[in-house]
């Protein structure tokens, strides 16, 4: 089944054509939706990762909380940072840490992945298993595990009702 | 110039001074690593409010905007994840205030371990 991939890539591709043309003229239309659906029928016919998307309205409120979290963690990390930066004596505690992840799909991780990645701080490095391993500016506390963990936690509960 | 254009122009500005926080970092911090994270991710903030800021002084293209922001967001922490893999691959030393590499313990000691968490 990779209808849902071949949809969802479908109308991704239009929306990107569409806002790029600023128009909403019937030949410019047509010609996208001809190209996004030759495009998403190439791309997809072999890939499956779209698939593990899920459309529901539970799935658009988590997205919605999701991006809150995102986007309140972004702005109070990049001061943080910005702090540790500006002070005189480069307040940093910097190290590698590994945490599990409950997640199971590959979309899934991804996102987790880059969520970590986008929020200053943090950074993922490698993913082996289960297993992130996160570059930190500053291990705060003396329990590296549970620090560690409660930077994927963050992120991973509302990603494990959008992808499982 | 409205006071949408003002408002645009201060956001705009908020922005730039976060990307000037990054310069700093860069040339402050220690090792390779550190310095992703502080110049990487100006990107993040920085060029979110400068495009915001943009937009918000130029209505029209709001949407070609919200475009270039899913962009960068998608671009960015790959790059950065890639940089900071293959540093680590190469064997690029951290800097000496590193307390703890524990993806370089896992590689030298041949996955034994068994952990469970929570």
Known sequence: MKIKGIIVVFFVLLAIWLILNGTADMPVVLIGAGLSLFLSLVLCSKCSVFNEIRISFRALVYTFMYLGVF???LVKSNF???RRVL????????GIVKAETRLKSRMGRMILANSITLTPGTFTIDVIGDTFYIHCVHIEGDDTEKYAQSIVRKFEKYLEVLYG | MGYLGILGALITLTG???ILFAAVGLLRMPDIY???QAGTKATTLGSMLTL???GLIHPAWLLKIALLIIF???SNPVSSHVLGRAAHHIRVPLSSRTVKDQLA??????TNEQEVSE
């Open chain 1, 80 to 82: 943080d940072v910005a």
């Open chain 2, 105 to 110: 313990e896992s590689e030298s000691s041949s």
């Open chain 1, 87 to 94: 002070s005189p004596a480069l307040p940093i505690n910097p």
């Open chain 2, 34 to 36: 550190n310095r992703i």
């Open chain 2, 16 to 18: 730039a001074l976060f």
């Open chain 2, 52 to 54: 915001l800021g943009i």
């Open chain 2, 72 to 74: 960068v967001f998608v």
């Open chain 1, 71 to 73: 986007i309140s963690e």
